[in-house]
């Protein structure tokens, strides 16, 4: 896949369409069944505008004040817009996150569950959830521990209903990814779970073979991370 910086942010977005466009057809899938999340998180707003001009809707944030910046100006001009929260989310910033996010992919715990189920009653608004499982059981990593994630998953259908969409997950760095995946795959048929968000640059064609209906995919479309300020 071309990331170089010379080739510009349509011309990377359709480079990745085509390749999610492929995988699904390799795996006998509809490829209107597999969404683009583009993950914009420190791209300056010109990187976002770009893909918006290239009809990209769907962006990904791993931080709330930065998706808070960014996104609720744009809304006005482009009422397809849909912002998805992928990052570890703190209980104090649940509230913002309830009110700027059509997508929060990172439920991992209790008490961000009861800080979302707050926020949501204050602001009379509840995104789509997802709950994040740490395949790997990464001690390091944001997620619910794999042992956890039925009571957890089933807590969080009693608390959301189906507004809790399905489960997210980042694979270990370094390890094939497949199981991973296979594993969310699992789990999202043991709990009747429509969504899949797995897969990134690297590895959306293996996540897409594998039934993902979410791909979260940041350098391909944007090239390299800037450094933080
Ligand atoms: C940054 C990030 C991505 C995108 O990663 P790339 O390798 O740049 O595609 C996907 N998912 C999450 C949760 C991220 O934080």
Redesign the pocket.
């Known amino acids: 896949m071309d990331t170089s910086l010379s080739s510009s942010i349509a011309e990377r977005l359709h480079t990745v369409r085509t390749s999610m466009q492929a995988a699904a057809l390799a795996a006998g899938r509809d490829p209107a069944s597999v969404s683009l999340?583009a993950?914009s998180?420190f791209h300056p707003l010109q990187s976002v505008q770009d893909a918006l001009a290239a009809s990209q809707c769907v962006f990904?944030e791993?931080r709330v004040q930065e998706a808070a910046a960014k996104f609720p100006p744009l809304r006005a001009t482009h009422p397809a817009l849909r912002l998805h929260l992928?990052?570890g989310l703190q209980t104090n910033k649940a509230r913002e996150a309830v009110r700027i996010a059509d997508m929060i992919?990172?439920l991992d715990r209790p008490a961000l569950v009861d800080a979302i189920a707050r926020a949501a009653d204050a602001e009379g608004r509840l995104p789509d959830l997802l709950v994040e499982v740490n395949t790997g059981d990464e001690p390091q990593k944001f997620g619910v521990p794999k042992e956890q994630a039925d009571a957890f998953i089933r807590l969080c259908q009693q608390r959301f209903g189906p507004s809790l969409r399905g489960l997210?997950c980042?694979p270990p760095a370094g390890q094939n990814p497949v199981p991973h995946f296979q594993l969310l795959r699992s789990m999202a048929q043991t709990h009747g779970l429509p969504v899949l968000s797995m897969g990134?640059?690297?590895d959306?064609e293996q996540a897409i073979a594998q039934g993902a209906t979410l791909v979260?995919?940041?350098?391909?479309?944007?090239g390299p991370?800037p450094a933080l300020a």
């Open positions: 999340v993950v998180k990904g791993n992928i990052g992919e990172s997210m980042i990134m640059s690297a959306f979260r995919v940041g350098s391909a479309i944007f991370r």
